[in-house]
């Protein structure tokens, strides 16, 4: 191991279905190349920070699995769609966290600096400007 001490902002964490940990350095394509490392991130989780101080600007969904988001700081709403209509999941105190179900669309809303800890089954990702 050349470095014990990484960063979630700078390098991702992808937990392999052996459940060794490689770290992956964040880059403008980490996406695209987590995808053609892990061949389609079959079986594989990924952990990742994001900061943001807006809400975003589309939907997301994972059918392959259940998602964990975890507030470090700030405030956000996730919005998840369920049955046709939006629920609202407000995170307001840090280590506050939600569960959203596999295949479930959602976003987050929020008017001031977040951040959040995300540990996803990236398979099948799916985005949307409205699903």
Known sequence: MDDPVSNLAATFAVIKPDQRVDAIPVSPTVYDELDARYQGFGGHSLVAEYAFSA??????????????????????????????????????????YVIVPAGIWHTARTAEPTRMLFITPGAGTRHASDP
């Open 55 to 96: 809400d975003w600007g589309g939907w997301e969904q994972h059918p392959a699995g259940d998602e964990m988001v975890v507030l470090l700081s700030g405030r956000v709403d996730m919005v998840l769609r369920m049955d046709g209509r939006d629920e609202i999941r407000s995170l307001s105190a840090p280590g506050d």
